[in-house]
């Protein structure tokens, strides 16, 4: 809401709210001076404690959120001038914070919903890859497999050929040594 109060040369004007607890509440005050006062208080324990005072500023704004369970706040307003001052004072409460430009319209929540289908339609091929990439991995797992097998037997096969070998040539050589001994 918004409303405006002319106060006279050294007078100050005051108002309260009630608030509960995690209410918020945005007050925000323009004058056509800077040379007033402005003073928010909460009651705590039946006693005042001030919450925010400041003087001499073309625009003040102060936002709060309530702690305890209820809250009496009291503003005032005071005129340092010395000719009457215009208070115009814009005060919001709850919702009426909320930037409605931010709050999701059923057009947003169907882009969504066609944005999750598609999303789901990639994480079902990815699981199709990944289980292909497994049994691919699971058949090149057992190749290898085989390929060593089949490696070890041709390595023995190699080192038994070349036992073979080495065995007829030596014997060879030493029937050439007794053929030449003997002649």
Known sequence: MQFGYEVDKGQQICFQDYFSQN???????????????????????????ILYEKSGSWEHNYQHQSSHKTSHLKYCFINLEDEIVLF?????????????????????????????KKLNGLLDDIKRERSFLI??????????????????????LCLGLSFIITAITLNLIKRILQQKKTQ
């Open 23 to 49: 209410d918020v509440f945005d007050l925000k005050i323009r004058a056509n001076t800077s040379n007033y006062a402005v003073k928010l208080e909460e009651a705590v324990a039946k006693r005042y404690a």
């Open 135 to 156: 049994s691919k991995y699971d058949y090149m797992d057992k190749m290898q497999g085989s390929i060593s097998k089949k490696q070890v037997v041709f390595g023995l």
């Open 88 to 116: 115009n004072v814009t005060y919001k409460t709850g919702s009426e914070l909320a930037d409605m430009q931010k709050v999701a319209k059923i057009s947003d929540l169907n882009q969504m919903g066609d944005n999750m």
